[in-house]
């Protein structure tokens, strides 16, 4: 059983950064790929980046060069860190990791808020 811990999120101003953590507890090489999905209430959950176990990454076009996934196998840690924040990047942030046999796994959430 895997379970993820997201912490980091919090109020920024427009321009400012903030770093997202996920602590996974178990093995995370048994998840080959995590990543970071968002929500804004009542929308649709969308992937902003994921992360291969080799440390591959994809990411969303709408956050290209403003974040950065990361993943420490050590530390069971995967960051997201996110750089010029703007208010339509306000969500909540969900960690995920998916198994080898195909489960999904599912942190709470962080919520993040852009706003003066």
């Known amino acids: 059983q895997v379970q993820l811990v997201e912490s980091g999120g919090g109020l920024v101003q427009p321009g400012g950064s903030l770093r997202l953590s996920c602590a996974a507890s178990?093995?995370?090489?048994?998840?080959?790929?995590m990543g970071w999905y968002r929500q804004v209430p009542g929308e649709q959950l969308e992937l902003v980046a994921s992360i291969t176990s080799g440390g591959s990454a994809n990411y969303t076009n709408s956050i290209k060069g403003r974040f950065t996934i990361s993943r420490d196998a050590p530390e069971n840690t995967i960051y997201l860190q996110m750089n010029s924040l703007k208010p339509e990047d306000t969500a909540v942030y969900y960690c995920?990791?998916?198994?080898?046999?195909?489960?999904?796994?599912w942190g709470k959430g962080t919520l993040v808020t852009v706003s003066t």
């Open positions: 178990g093995r995370m090489f048994s998840l080959p790929v």
């Open positions: 995920s990791g998916n198994s080898w046999g195909g489960t999904v796994y």
